[in-house]
């Protein structure tokens, strides 16, 4: 069965996370180099059934655009015409970095791993698609 597959776009880092077979558990998978995210999802899809993907729509409080913004509609207007089959839902991402910190505090995880951006922004992702799914 297909997989949903959501992502946390960031200039340097994207955060990666994707469904079970099932769609009903929202894992984190990975951080990528934000140049590398292009070679990863190749690969990944090249191994895996996607039915579709979760992008993170940054904004700020009042729901208006952010400079990371136009950066984010790039990647996923570049996202559309690679993988046109591919249906792309946008998410709000407002709060899911400081949420990905508090469920991190929350599980236990040692200071020294909460400082690490790429935790965060797995998490992240894993937290936009739960948002996605209703979780």
């Not at 207007?77 to 407002?94: A, M, N, S, V």
Request: aromatic residues 8%.
């Amino acid at each position: 069965m297909p997989r949903i597959i959501a992502i946390d776009y960031g200039l340097k880092r994207v955060g990666v996370a994707v469904t079970d077979n099932l769609k009903l558990i929202a894992t984190a998978f990975d951080t990528i180099s934000t140049e590398k995210i292009w070679t990863f999802l190749e690969e990944y899809i090249s191994h895996e059934e996607i039915e579709a993907f979760v992008v993170g729509m940054p904004t700020d409080l009042e729901g208006n655009a952010t400079d990371a913004t136009p950066h984010v509609k790039g990647f996923v207007k570049k996202l559309g015409k690679t993988y046109p089959t591919i249906p792309i839902h946008l998410q709000d991402e407002r709060f899911t970095s400081k949420l990905a910190s508090q469920s991190m505090v929350l599980g236990g995880t040692k200071k020294k791993d909460r400082q690490v951006k790429s935790n965060i922004d797995k998490i992240s992702a894993t937290i936009i698609l739960q948002g996605f799914m209703g979780v």
